[in-house]
């Protein structure tokens, strides 16, 4: 059994809430349409919700252990990230512009007058 924050705190909320999330993140992976994933948000969120009442700690800590597995299980082999993340296609594709000036005019136009 992994270690688990103590039900009911500040951390295990944490947990909670990354469990969910990492979840959705996984679903969003594998079904691109919205329209669909949206169906699915809605079937994990009514799984969270059935067991949100669960106050034994080795009952949570169960729970915990099956969706962890489940999701390590379902983890999408190549996941979608955002072209302008790190490792995403555009990340560092246009460098930014230099800051400054690329020709001191002023000095140019001091050594050369006439």
Known sequence: MSTLPQPFTAAHTRYVKSLYRRILKNELDWIVRRDIWRGKALVVRAEFDRNRDVHDPRALADLFDRAEA???????????????????????????????????????NAAHEH
């Open 70 to 108: 489940d999701l390590a299980k379902r983890l999408h082999p190549d996941p979608y990230r955002p072209p302008t993340a790190p490792d995403g296609t555009k990340w560092e594709r246009n460098a930014p512009p230099v800051l400054g000036p690329f020709f001191d005019h002023r000095a140019y």
